[in-house]
C-alpha cells in the first residue's frame, strides 16, 4: 500500500492550496481517510478525517470552516482543500488510511508529507 500526497506549495496568508493525496495497493473507498500536519518541533496533529460511508467528516477545530475534506472513491484519493491560510498553518502535511469506517481512525497506512508555507 502506498499514500502518494501532493499539492504543497508556498502561499501568503489568505491564500489557498489543494492537497492530493491518491492511494494505491488496496481500496479505501470504504473505510477513512484523513489528513494529518505537523509542524516544526511540534507533535503530528489531525487535520481532517472522512468516513468510509456517507461521507461523514471530522475537523479540527482551528481549521473548521477553513479546510474541507473530500475523496473520489472511484479514484482512490482524498483531498484538502484549504482556504484562507494563516502563517500557523505551516507544516508538512500527510495524508492516512483507516482500516476501519470512522472519521478520526485509528490509521493504518501513511503517506510521506508534503510542504505547505504560509508567510504573513
Known amino acids: 500500500v502506498q499514500l502518494q500526497a501532493s499539492g504543497g506549495g508556498s502561499v501568503q496568508a489568505g491564500g489557498s492550496l489543494r492537497l492530493s493525496c491518491a492511494a494505491s495497493g488496496r481500496s479505501f473507498s470504504s473505510t477513512g481517510m484523513g489528513w494529518f500536519r505537523q509542524a516544526p518541533e511540534k507533535e503530528r496533529e489531525f487535520v481532517a478525517g472522512i468516513g468510509g460511508s456517507a461521507g461523514s467528516t471530522s475537523y479540527a477545530d482551528s481549521v473548521k470552516d477553513r479546510f474541507t475534506i473530500t475523496r473520489d472513491k472511484a479514484w482512490n484519493m482524498v483531498y484538502l482543500q484549504m482556504n484562507n491560510l494563516k502563517p500557523e498553518d505551516t507544516a508538512v502535511y500527510y495524508c492516512?488510511?483507516?482500516?476501519?469506517?470512522?472519521?478520526?481512525?485509528?490509521?493504518?497506512?501513511w503517506g510521506r508529507g508534503t510542504q505547505v508555507t504560509v508567510s504573513s
Open positions: 492516512a488510511a483507516s482500516l476501519i469506517t470512522g472519521t478520526r481512525g485509528p490509521y493504518a497506512y
